[in-house]
């Protein structure tokens, strides 16, 4: 077996389990966790938007971290913190009617672990440029949406079937202790990695890499022809993360909100099959204009009283975020040169995850029907920009 393949099978592997773990670090399962122990959903917002403004200011501190050293092995080890912190939650699971003083504890662990996140964030962007040839990444990527996909749904519907019998509190403990081995089993497998180039070299020119002017890569068309759909994207993106929360909001128990992750992991599937299909047809631009397409769904989630239209309308919305979540970083990957991918794509994510933080910050004070109306507008038009951006167009020879 040669190295790629080797590579492949490593990256797909880590994926699935890194993807796993992470569920039980943001999303609905911890949402739903936090609720049953006694936190308020006004405290799961501030929960969900302090979570990401620590990850877009170690982002914003640590944005040259995939510069230097061997970068492989950096982005194995920042996942060790993260993994152990995993640890730290289970006296939360022992709280019933968690105070004051178990909210602050649960803010300096999520805090933390954001911050191993970001370093991670930081990396990985630019990891594809050593590991896989560029025109394989999309359906690389694909697999591991695939497989991560099929995991998650897999500890989605264990979840539901077992929170019948105990206590979700019961349930997360052990979940918390599979997360941290879980990370703990990607960040070996990210470890043994091999790069396809020589190892006195950094760049696929065979040069070394030299530190480029942060005003340089601000001026490159990649970033400012895309910084309206960077930016959109996050705050549309923000509103998906605390759905489990709008749900409790609408008059949903538990029930439904654990059966969202099962439905976003089948959901995800899906996304990730078809992108796979497509990645090697046609440019990702049009995978990620699609996705855009189905944020109109969410409107009708507002309809009260009919879960089954709720989670309908749920995956819907998670098949589209799946195209476009695959298809960026895909379709980024022949638009930026690997000179400035680590910089670059640290600021993409800062764009990214600050406007997360923005709509979880709003989300606990507005509307929900506004909140939803602003979410689908502003993904079309992040949609809108990746499909037209002279950028995306001028690399569509090369796909």
Aim: hydrophobic share 50%; glycine share 8%.
């Amino acid at each position: 077996m040669n190295i790629i393949s080797q590579n492949k099978i490593r990256a797909i592997l880590a994926y699935a389990l890194r993807t796993a773990a992470l569920l039980c670090a943001s999303g609905s399962l911890v949402q739903t966790f936090l609720s049953t122990i006694g936190f308020s959903e006004q405290y799961i917002y501030l929960h969900a938007s302090i979570y990401q403004a620590a990850n877009v200011l170690s982002i914003i501190l640590f944005a040259r971290f995939a510069d230097g050293g061997n970068l492989l092995r950096r982005t194995a080890l920042v996942q060790v913190p993260g993994a152990l912190l995993f640890l730290c939650y289970l006296p939360l699971c022992a709280q019933s009617d968690a105070g004051l003083p178990a909210y602050l504890w649960l803010l300096v662990i999520s805090i933390m672990q954001s911050v191993s996140t970001a370093l991670h964030t930081v990396c990985e962007y630019k990891v594809p440029y050593f590991i896989y040839r560029t025109e394989e990444y999309g359906s690389v990527m694909a697999i591991c949406g695939v497989v991560s996909s099929a995991v998650s749904f897999g500890v989605g519907a264990l979840m539901s079937a077992l929170s019948v019998r105990y206590s979700y509190s019961t349930l997360m403990a052990f979940a918390f202790g599979i997360s941290c081995l879980f990370l703990l089993g990607a960040a070996v497998l990210q470890y043994f990695q091999k790069s396809l180039l020589p190892p006195d070299t950094e760049t696929p020119a065979g040069k070394k890499a030299e530190k480029i002017p942060l005003m340089a890569m601000f001026r490159h068309e990649a970033f400012s022809h895309l910084f309206v759909g960077n930016i959109t994207r996050g705050i549309a993106n923000g509103t998906t993360t605390v759905l489990a929360a709008a749900a409790l909001t609408l008059g949903y128990d538990e029930t439904l909100t654990t059966a969202m992750v099962s439905v976003q992991s089948l959901a995800t599937l899906a996304g990730c099959a078809l992108f796979g299909v497509v990645s090697r047809r046609t440019h990702p631009r049009y995978a990620i204009f699609a996705g855009s397409l189905c944020f109109l769904s969410l409107p009708l989630m507002l309809l009260r009283g009919t879960p089954m239209l709720f989670l309908a309308m749920y995956a819907i919305l998670m098949f589209g975020r799946t195209l476009v979540d695959y298809a960026v970083p895909s379709a980024l990957l022949y638009a930026v040169p690997v000179e400035i991918a680590g910089t670059y794509n640290a600021w993409r994510m800062i764009l990214h995850n600050g406007g997360t933080m923005l709509a979880t910050t709003v989300a606990g004070f507005m509307p929900l029907p506004v909140l939803i109306i602003i979410t689908v507008v502003f993904q079309l038009i992040s949609g809108f920009n990746f499909l037209c951006a002279r950028v995306m167009r001028g690399k569509e020879e090369k796909v």
